[in-house]
Nanobody, 127 residues
C-alpha cells in the first residue's frame, strides 16, 4: 500500500515562505490524486490543496493566492509551496492520497475521500 511522509515544517516569521514535501512509497495508481490538509490548534482538519493525475490543481479559497501545489513523479514527491506566511497558517499539515476514477473532473471530487495519510508536519508562523 501507499506510505506518505511529510517534511519541511518549522518555525517561520510572518511574511516568509517555505516548501513542504511529501514523499510517497509503495504501490501507485494509474489515476490518482494527492492533497494537503491542515489542522490548526483547536480547529477541525481542512482541505488546503490537491493535484490530480493530470496535474490539474485545486485550492481552498483561503490559500489560493499564496499556496502552490506541485509534484515530481520521478521522485514520487508532492510539494506545497507557501508564500507570504500568516500566523493563521499555523497548523499541522498532512499529506493525503487516493485512487480516483478518471471521470473525476470537479473540485469537489478532490477535497474529500482520501484513503492514505501521512503523520503530518508542524508549521508555526510567528507574527
Amino acid at each position: 500500500q501507499v506510505q506518505l511522509v511529510e517534511s519541511g515544517g518549522g518555525l517561520v516569521q510572518a511574511g516568509g515562505s517555505l516548501r513542504l514535501s511529501c514523499a510517497a512509497s509503495g504501490r501507485t495508481f494509474s489515476s490518482y490524486a494527492m492533497a494537503w490538509f491542515r489542522q490548526a490548534p483547536g480547529k477541525e482538519r481542512e482541505f488546503v490543496a490537491a493535484i490530480s493525475w493530470s496535474s490539474t490543481r485545486y485550492y481552498a479559497d483561503s490559500v489560493k493566492d499564496r499556496f502552490f501545489i506541485s509534484s515530481d513523479n520521478a521522485k514520487n514527491t508532492v510539494y506545497l509551496q507557501i508564500n507570504t506566511l500568516k500566523p493563521d497558517d499555523t497548523a499541522v499539515y498532512y499529506c493525503a492520497a487516493k485512487s480516483v476514477p478518471r471521470y473525476y473532473t470537479t473540485r469537489a471530487d478532490y477535497t474529500t475521500g482520501y484513503d492514505y495519510w501521512g503523520q503530518g508536519t508542524h508549521l508555526t508562523v510567528s507574527s
